[in-house]
């Protein structure tokens, strides 16, 4: 596909449960990001990739959430024990380059999380 | 600790004259700003980049400007459309190696015909 996608576009989860969200970056995209949006609000950083490496992980609000990357490309944002303040859009971007950040972020639909 | 703060408020505005959103910024010192456009259910959609050093950037119907003293960026869309109705976003970037943005919390512009 020509743009970033994510799966799946919905996720419903009892309290307590783990889920996991998966994104497609563009292909050959070097950056990439985890944004969580709560409604009403702007994307807030979660995470970052460079390739494989995490090199940011600086806004995931708990130990609970998890990230990676294995192999560059596709990348899986986890949620263990998932609470009701869990409940957002959470996003996922790439970009091509990694210039500090001058690039253009690519946003994906989104996946939105209800836990209830 | 930083903070971004756009026009809480919606904006309606007549087709065909200019919208004017603000994006206003404290305890940052932004390399780059960026805008960007999301409608409903959808991905933020970058619009405009503009850097620290330059003043104003326009891009068809769309003008941005940065004022690094007022630490304020306006953004306008000329000659609005229906079409253009949307929630905008504006996004600090370039404090860190990482790329990560720094998003305000958006305005919403609807346009009526």
């Known amino acids: 596909g020509a743009g970033v996608s994510q799966s799946p576009r919905y996720k419903v989860a009892k309290r307590g449960q783990d889920v996991a969200l998966r994104c497609d970056p563009i292909?050959?995209?070097?950056?990439l990001f985890w944004y969580q949006q709560a409604l009403g609000q702007g994307p807030e950083f979660l995470t970052y990739f460079q390739n494989e490496a995490q090199l940011d992980k600086s806004g995931l609000p708990s130990d609970r959430f998890f990230a990676e990357r294995p192999e560059g490309s596709v990348s899986t944002l986890k949620i263990q024990r998932t609470q009701q303040e869990d409940s957002a859009v959470y996003l996922c971007a790439s970009t091509l380059m990694d210039r500090g950040g001058k690039d253009t972020q690519y946003f994906g639909p989104g996946t939105r999380l209800t836990v209830l | 600790s930083q903070k971004i703060e756009q026009n809480s408020e919606a904006l309606n505005i007549q087709e065909g004259k200019t919208a004017t959103l603000t994006c206003n910024y404290t305890?940052?010192?932004?390399?780059?700003l960026q805008w960007y456009r999301q409608d409903p259910g959808r991905g933020p959609v970058f619009l405009l980049l503009?850097?620290?050093?330059?003043k104003e950037k326009r891009k068809e119907r769309l003008k941005v400007t940065f004022d690094t003293t007022l630490k304020q960026s306006l953004f306008h869309i000329t000659a609005s459309q229906p079409a253009d109705s949307a929630t905008y976003l504006c996004a600090l970037g370039g404090s860190s190696n990482t790329g990560k943005l720094i998003f305000g919390q958006g305005t919403t512009l609807q346009v009526k015909p």
């Open positions: 305890n940052y010192s932004p390399a780059y």
């Open positions: 503009i850097r620290e050093n330059e």
């Open positions: 292909s050959g995209h070097v950056s």
